[in-house]
């Protein structure tokens, strides 16, 4: 070597050392910058996961604050000449249907309770006597004619009727009174959905 050192420290001799130099601490850098990529493509993903799970987190937690604002502002009627008896609206008002109410008969269309509800559950039979000869079929005919926007279901512990009363064709849903609360619920939240509230 220290005969060549001439040649080593020769403008030759320092290029080619130079290059060499180089090239090692470019390669060396270019590793370096491989490994910043790959954690910062780590990074990237963590983030983007967390994002992701923060993103279904709020839309789940939007989601439920939507059904509490329905079931906060929705207004339900039932109309049961045995409204006393029917346990469907104490289930209904403990499981956040708060505004649930029931009444015997609707003896004018333009009553209150009937305007302010949304979903109205009209029974076959004993309500509507006084305005309708076919008692509720007539009433729900006539509600849903009158609210177009209001839902309304026709529903009965009857298994016997008029099967063919136009009622059944304009409203908006038919249950048996002696359904599972489940199936009043699913029904009603259906519906609310479809409501503009």
Not at 38 to 52: E, L, V, Y
Not at 93 to 111: A, C, F, R
Request: net charge positive.
């Amino acid at each position: 070597m220290t005969e060549n050192y001439e040649w080593i420290f020769s403008g030759v001799g320092a290029t080619i050392v130079g290059l060499i130099l180089t090239y090692f601490l470019l390669d060396k850098k270019k590793k370096t910058d491989k490994n910043k990529d790959k954690s910062s493509n780590i990074t990237i993903n963590n983030n983007n996961n967390i994002n992701s799970s923060v993103a279904k987190q709020e839309e789940k937690e939007t989601s439920k604050e939507k059904e509490n604002r329905i079931k906060e502002k929705t207004k339900i009627l039932f109309v049961d000449d045995n409204h006393t008896d029917f346990r469907i609206v104490s289930i209904l008002k403990k499981s956040g249907w708060i505004h649930t109410k029931s009444i015997k008969d609707v003896i004018n269309l333009d009553d209150q309770k009937v305007k302010d509800a949304d979903i109205i559950f009209v029974d076959i039979n004993g309500v509507g006597t006084t305005l309708f000869n076919d008692e509720g079929l007539g009433l729900a005919s006539a509600l849903k004619e009158k609210y177009r926007s209001k839902k309304i279901i026709i529903y009965s512990a009857d298994t016997k009727g008029d099967r063919f009363h136009k009622a059944l064709r304009e409203v908006d849903g038919c249950l048996s009174k002696d359904a599972e609360p489940f199936q009043f619920s699913s029904l009603i939240e259906t519906l609310a959905n479809d409501l503009k509230i």
